[in-house]
């Protein structure tokens, strides 16, 4: 597969963005991947890989995140900023019409699409993310924004996720260096921190939001939940309600994986095909 192209768009407040994308322009409708809440768009490559040989495959940087700008202050990391800088994105590469492809917060980003500009989506793939949080998966998503552990190396990087996230669905040494890469990056020091700015952490502080308003503006919206099953961030009672809600929306369980799965299980990303392909 040929490499991403690097794609930097000018936000509202002249913060610059970093996206990437992957194939050509086709009568399909693209993928527009939107990362988890300290994540990058490189979560994304294999996605692409397995589907920009027929569409379109753009992923994105929130800012302060990997290769986009930093906010001045705590505040521009706010939802309401990331929707509209997400707004920013989609308007600058052109895309009108998308499949939205969420993880975790990327995917509580699409529920805030539906509510504030539809005609954008025509199917959305929510992963491992609902209007409900398991109190376990966000403390740890919590500790894990908040913390800057300046490990000495890559290797030692990847040991660090390992035992933090022992529930992923990685299996060998090249997957958990991958992902370690895409979480760290050396610094001036030498040591590997952070592709975040930590301050992000303070924007999930305060009292939780009702967020089943949002999960029901995709109403109408083709839907697959992607659900890890041994997930503390999306808990089976809540994958039972959303059901519940929208009995038309697919569910595909990837038994045994936590928070998150990256797509690449073959129940998720054959879930993930036929879905598309449906549209």
Excluded: K
């Amino acid at each position: 597969m040929t490499p991403a192209r690097e794609h930097r768009v000018t936000a509202w407040d002249g913060l610059v963005l970093h996206a990437m994308s992957w194939g050509e322009e086709t009568a399909a409708a693209p993928l527009f991947c939107l990362p988890g809440l300290v994540r990058t768009g490189g979560d994304f490559a294999h996605l692409a890989a397995a589907h920009a040989g027929g569409r379109r495959v753009v992923a994105l940087d929130y800012a302060g995140r990997g290769g986009s700008g930093w906010g001045r202050n705590v505040a521009r990391y706010a939802p309401e900023a990331t929707l509209r800088d997400i707004l920013d994105v989609a308007a600058a590469l052109a895309i009108d019409r998308a499949v939205v492809v969420g993880t975790s917060f990327g995917g509580l980003m699409a529920m805030a699409i539906a509510a504030a500009r539809p005609g954008l989506l025509c199917g959305v793939v929510l992963n491992d993310i609902g209007p409900e949080l398991g109190a376990a998966g966000e403390a740890l998503v919590r500790r894990f924004v908040a913390e800057d552990p300046a490990l000495p190396d890559l290797a030692a990087a990847a040991q660090h996720l390992r035992r933090l996230l022992p529930d992923l669905s990685f299996t060998t040494d090249a997957d958990w260096f991958e992902f370690a890469d895409l979480t760290y990056a050396p610094g001036s020091d030498g040591r590997w921190h952070p592709r975040w700015d930590r301050r992000i952490a303070a924007m999930l502080a305060g009292p939780p939001r009702d967020l089943w308003p949002f999960f029901e503006a995709l109403e109408g919206v083709p839907l697959l939940l992607v659900h890890g099953g041994a997930s503390a961030l999306l808990l089976a009672p809540t994958v039972a309600a959303m059901r519940a809600r929208r009995p038309d929306m697919e569910v595909a369980t990837v038994a045994g994986v936590g928070h998150a799965p990256s797509l690449g299980e073959p129940v998720a990303a054959a879930a993930v095909a036929r879905f598309v392909a449906a549209l």
